[in-house]
Structure formats: C-alpha cells, structure tokens
C-alpha cells in the first residue's frame, strides 16, 4: 500500500480523485470539524483572541533563542536532558543512541509527524529495534505499511472494511467490520506493546518555557501510556513549538483542541518535564528532549515566511481546504499535508522538489480564515511562486518552467499596449473559430485543450466592451449628458 | 446635486470573453444617474501573473494601471478578484518602491466592487423601485474567494438579489467554497479543478434554482463551462445581468 514516491502530485490527487469512498470521508470531516471549527471561531472564541494569540506567538518567534534556553534550563534542572538538533539526521541519530545506551528492544510511539519529518523510525527498525504506534489511526497506518493522509485524521483514506481486512490478516482476529470490535482487537494488541516496551518516543504539541513542560494531548490516553511507563521518553519537536509563558500556553492550547477536533478540551492533556522525580509513583527514569531545527532557522530569518513557524498543527486548514477535499493527503507526498504542509514542506525539504505544491492551489483563501493563528498561507504560497518563477539565490531556488516564463513575458508585451492587445484578440478569434458551436468552445487549442477536456469555454466576443463602448455606449451617453 | 462619476475598470475576461457583463454594468449606473468614464486603453490589472508568482510583469501591468487609472474620481469594476489585486495585491508588489506604493494606497482606497459601489457608495437598496429591475425565478449565489474573503463583500450582492422583485434567493451549501477556477490553476491542474467545480456544481444543483449568480466572471466562467459540458440548463450568471433585466 506504500505509494511510489516518484507520482507526481497531479499522478497521486488523480488517484484519489477517482475514489468516492476517499471524497465521502473527507467531505465528512470537513463538514463536521471544519463546520465545528468555524462556528466556534464565530460563536465563543473572538478574533482578539486570535489576534492576541498570533502576536504572542510572534513575539515568542522573535526571541525563540531565549525562550528555548529558559526551557532547556528548566528541563535540565528537573534531571532532564536536552538535545539541540540541527538537522534531521542528527536528531534521528540522537535517538538511536539514547536506545543504544539502554540496551532497547520496543519502542512505542505516540503521534508525532516530527518525527517521520526526520525519519527516525526506519532507523531503529534498522538497528532490530522494533517500533509500535500507539495512536489508534497511526496505528492502522503502520500495520498497512501506509503513509498517514490528515493531520489528526491520519487513516481516514481507509474504511472500516479494509481495516476489518488488516486487522483479520495481521492480528489474526475473525473479520469484523464493527468499530467496536475492532478498535477493542487494536486496543488489547497495543496494551501488551505499552506494557513492554522500554522507551516511548512522542513529539509535543506546545512547550512552555515559563514551566519547563512539554505538553501532549490525546483522545486516547495512549500518550500518557507512552511517555510515563516505559524507562526512557523521548520528545521530539521542532525548535517553533514553545510558548515563552504559561499564559501564552493557554490561549494556544485552547485554540488547538479547538481548531484540531471542535474539542474545548481534549480527553488527555499531560504536561511532562523531566524523569520521575524522587517520591514520584511514575515517570520515565530518563527523559529527553530533542529540540530541531531542521531548516526551521531559515524560515525564521526570512520576514516572508517567518509566520509560518506559528503554526500550532492543529490540522484546522486541512479541514476546509477545497482542494484537500478531493485531493486527500497522500498526492502530498510528505508528513505535512494540506495547506500547511503546502508551505512547510517545499521550505523544509526544497522549493523546486516541491514546486507543485506551491503551485497547486486556488489561493481561496479559506485555510487563512480558519487558522486559529491567522497564517497567511495564501500570502506565502504567492511567496513561493515569485521564487520559482525567476529563482532565489538564498533559497537555492531555480526558475521552475522555461515555457511558462516566456509566456509571461509576451503576455506582459501584450498588455502593455492596447493595440498588441487588440491584435491578440483578433488573432483570438481566428484561430477560435472553426471551434466555436452554439456559442461556446467544446475543443480548444493549446493549453485551452486542459480547460476544454472537461468544461466549456466561451469564445472571444464579436465585439469587445472596448468596441462597443466607442460604437455604443459612449454616443448614447453623450446625448444623454447634453440633454 | 452633483452626478456621481465613475471610470470603468471593464477586465480583460469582461472586455473579450463577456462584454454585456460590462454592458449590463453600464445601463445599471446609467440608471442611476452615473457618468461614466472609459478609458480605452486599458488592459489587465496584472491578476494573472502576480497569481503565478510572475511579479516583475504584474508590476509592470499595475504600474500602467495606477497611469490610466489614478485621476479618476472612483473606479468601478465588475470583479472582486481584480479589485482584490488592486486594493491588496498592488500594495504587495511595491512594498519597496515607496512613490509607486504611495500611487497604488491612493488608488486602492477609490477603486470599488460593482455590488458594493452600488450599495455602500450609492446607497442602493432597492433594486425594484431605483433600478426598476424584474428577474423572475429562483437563484442561487457563489461567494467568489477573493470578493468574500479578500473584499469581505458578502451582504451587498445578497441584499441587491433579496430586493430585485421577482427573484427568490435560495443559499446553496457552503456557497463560498472555491470553484476551482483559481486562474491558471485551472489548466496548470485541470483535474483538481473539475473536481472542484463538480463540487460546486452539485451544490448549485441542490438548491433547484435555475440560475447561478455572482460577481466575477471568472468564476461563473469555470461553472458555466462545467454546468453546459454535464447538460445542465442552469445559467451562470453575473450579478449586473440580473440588476440589468427588465425596467426602462
């Protein structure tokens, strides 16, 4: 089920465009979350609350040095070690030392797309180490030998039969495509995991410098299982995810929970900042901190895109998307999916790799209005464009299509003078006419012909407003002012 | 007292693809007692390829926009994508040459939405008695993105259609969900885009009306091309077409 990462962005949504099943999901999770999220930004949650929340996180942003000192401070005070990480290799190798040292067989995870961003679980699974999801959609996912598809959603591309199949297949229960069922066949499987394992591996939703914690939430309590039970924990998140003050933590939690499932709260909310401390019943003997930077610096330095690292991964932009909605996650082809995940990766991983998903939109706007911390992606894809049509040095970004950029330049000689205007019109009509049939363009040429395959065109007027504006409108007017 | 005047702002897509949009604009502020301007050399507002990332030729079409168009009194279009480049987009393009940015804040702050010249400028409400307007039927309305999110015009259009005797507004679902149009989007990736216009079709079909209407050509252009290609005999239709019909 693994996709073949050579599909081209248009090769993968046409895969998932073709499935009604996927569209059916989707649109239920964008009707119920997406619809939730929005009513609450309207009904309890004001836009000075937002507002106020972005400008923490701005600020937070502009002093991310200090802020992630103090936290680091406080972490280590408690016992804790913390790990700055420049790149994902690093980060990934930090984590098979740690197992290393400690001699560990099982890893149990709770959702983090960090660390797939860094890739750390092919690397233990190299070194015999076996990985287990814990979070029940990831879960399935690893089971499949699949990629998560949504934020918070990350099975939600799979109905219950194919899961009912799996679970028949690798966990050995009779089929049964009961919810119930299955999820109870999942939860006893995952119970024995968690009380074996020896290290819990987890990323983190929002730390919080003032306190010195990081902060995971869950629906399903099996982060809190992960990260107090085994020996070791492990937290990865990337370098922006820190609240300078516990009253920054709170106006983003709030807006997280909110944004993610339409949840005031969700069911589990651990706050964890250290090994078990002397006296204490639970806990990890070890606790670590992997702090990454992985090519969040950069975005940091540039104005254009500093913004984004105010994202707090609620998912909230996927939930609304037009284009996710038929498209899903997979034609992404990344950990970071949808309107996010537009922007983040080509920074993360490179503009011109990416370069369909900073072209891949409409720009309608609607992720913007949903973000509960007002990121502009429409803005910063229009960013990333500008960069791939004439490159970016500090970006090591090259003009992406040769043919496009001359298009646009005859395009601007042709706008630059009405009468190039003018002659393109005319030029327009001939060519459109052994096409036209009962006004409208069923066929075209060109770069028409992908607009035509599906849709109609209608062809160039007879006579342009220009036209009828002198032959018409203008004469007509005229008489009337001097009535 | 005095007319107010207006210079048209007719978009490339209007000029060539659907001037008796600009012609149903005309005879609407004719109507009203408008005077009207038109330049005639006027192309493209630059949309196109400030949407493509192509800025340089965007700045070079914005800056002989702010030539043509910066002694009018009040610019009119029948768009809100291309006042949305105008009053936003331009402000983005010379955010580092102060003079033009100065030209182009100037300009932004005089440039107007069809819909929303007539209700917020004009003080138009209604339709029946000020433009002796009839449409008969049940219609539906698009938010365009850019009109809705961009311009934040949602109510003008709604109270022009509510008013316009003989016409019934039935809300489609999510009637600000994209179309799919997207300007080059829509033949850079045509099979996102009709799925995306299927979307929006289903939705307009829903609501049993037998026209949609709205306030960029662009969009109605994408749905009345998937609307015709499917069979339907639902009409796409722009906003000054249904204030045009009928009366004097």
């Known amino acids: 089920m693994n996709q073949p990462k050579d599909k081209t962005y248009s090769e993968l949504a046409h895969d998932a465009i073709g499935n009604e099943e996927l569209h059916a999901a989707i649109r239920m999770i964008q009707d119920r979350i997406g619809k939730s999220a929005q009513a609450l930004w309207r009904d309890e949650i004001t836009p000075e609350h937002r507002r106020l929340a972005k400008e923490a996180r701005m600020r937070t942003l502009d002093n991310l040095d200090e802020v992630l000192a103090a936290l680091a401070e406080k972490i280590r005070a408690r016992g804790g070690h913390v790990h700055f990480a420049a790149t994902a290799e690093d980060a990934r190798h930090y984590c098979l030392e740690v197992a290393r040292k400690h001699n560990i067989k099982r890893v149990v995870k709770g959702k983090s797309m960090t660390s797939a961003e860094i890739g750390v679980d092919p690397l233990l699974e190299s070194e015999g180490i076996e990985v287990v999801e814990t979070d029940l959609g990831e879960y399935i996912i690893q089971l499949a030998g699949d990629t998560p598809s949504h934020i918070i959603a990350p099975c939600i591309h799979m109905n219950k039969r194919q899961i009912g199949k799996l679970f028949q297949e690798k966990l050995g229960i009779p089929y049964s495509e009961d919810p119930p069922t299955l999820t109870r066949a999942a939860r006893k499987a995952l119970r024995e995991k968690l009380l074996t394992a020896d290290m819990g591996l987890s990323g983190c939703n929002i730390a919080c410098a003032e306190t010195g914690h990081v902060c995971l939430v869950s629906n399903e309590g099996n982060i809190r299982m992960a990260t107090t039970m085994p020996k070791v924990h492990i937290a990865l998140m990337g370098m922006e995810r820190v609240t300078a003050t516990l009253a920054e933590h709170d106006m983003l939690l709030r807006l997280l929970t909110r944004g993610a499932a339409a949840q005031k709260v969700s069911t589990y909310v651990s706050f964890l900042g250290g090994p078990r401390q002397p006296g204490e019943t639970d806990g990890p003997e070890e606790f670590h901190l992997v702090i990454i930077d992985n090519g969040r610096m950069k975005m940091l330095a540039d104005p254009r895109f500093r913004e984004v690292l105010s994202c707090i991964r609620c998912g909230g932009c996927l939930n609304i998307c037009p284009v996710y909605g038929r498209i899903g996650g997979h034609a992404y082809n990344g950990p970071y999916p949808g309107p996010i995940g537009a922007v983040v990766m080509p920074l993360l991983q490179g503009v011109n790799e990416h370069a369909d998903l900073c072209r891949g939109e409409s720009l309608c706007g609607a992720c913007k209005d949903i973000c509960p911390v007002n990121n502009d992606l429409p803005r910063m894809l229009s960013e990333l464009r500008h960069m791939l049509a004439y490159g970016d040095e500090n970006w090591e970004v090259a003009p992406v299509d040769k043919t496009e950029a001359r298009a646009f330049k005859a395009w601007s000689a042709a706008m630059s003078c009405r009468t190039a205007y003018n002659l393109l019109v005319k030029a327009g009509r001939l060519v459109q006419a052994p096409f036209v049939k009962n006004g409208a363009l069923s066929k075209g040429v060109g770069p028409l012909t992908k607009w035509t395959a599906t849709r109609d065109f209608p062809p160039i007027a007879r006579k342009t407003f220009a036209e009828r504006w002198k032959t018409d409108h203008a004469k007509r007017l005229n008489e009337t002012d001097n009535e | ?248």
Do not use: W
């Open chain 2, 1 to 248: 007292m005095t007319r107010p005047t207006v210079t048209l702002f007719i978009q490339c897509l209007v000029d060539s693809l659907s001037p008796e949009t600009g012609d149903a604009m005309v005879r609407v502020l004719e109507r009203l007692g408008v005077r009207m301007h038109y330049p005639p050399n006027q192309t493209c507002c630059g949309q196109p390829a400030f949407n493509s990332g192509y800025r340089r030729e965007a700045a070079k079409a914005a800056r002989r926009f702010l030539d043509i168009f910066e002694d009018s009194e009040a610019i009119v279009c029948p768009s809100g994508s291309c006042v949305h480049m105008v009053r936003h987009h331009y402000l983005d393009l010379f955010r580092d040459e102060p003079a033009q940015l100065a030209r182009a804040r100037m300009v932004a702050d005089k440039t107007f939405e069809f819909t929303e010249y007539l209700v917020d400028i004009l003080g138009v409400t209604d339709p029946g008695a000020q433009l002796d307007c009839r449409f008969d039927g049940a219609v539906t309305y698009h938010d365009s993105c850019h009109l809705a999110r961009g311009l934040g015009i949602r109510r003008q259009p709604r109270l022009l259609l509510e008013n316009t005797p003989g016409l019934t507004l039935i809300e489609m679902d999510e009637s600000d969900r994209c179309c799919g149009f997207g300007g080059t989007f829509s033949v850079k990736y045509p099979e996102i885009s009709t799925a995306m216009v299927d979307d929006k079709v289903r939705t307009i079909l829903d609501t049993g009306a037998k026209a949609v209407v709205g306030c960029d050509v662009s969009c109605l252009m994408n749905i009345q091309g998937r609307l015709s290609r499917l069979g339907s005999n639902v009409r796409a239709l722009h906003i000054a077409e249904i204030l045009a019909e009928g009366g004097k």
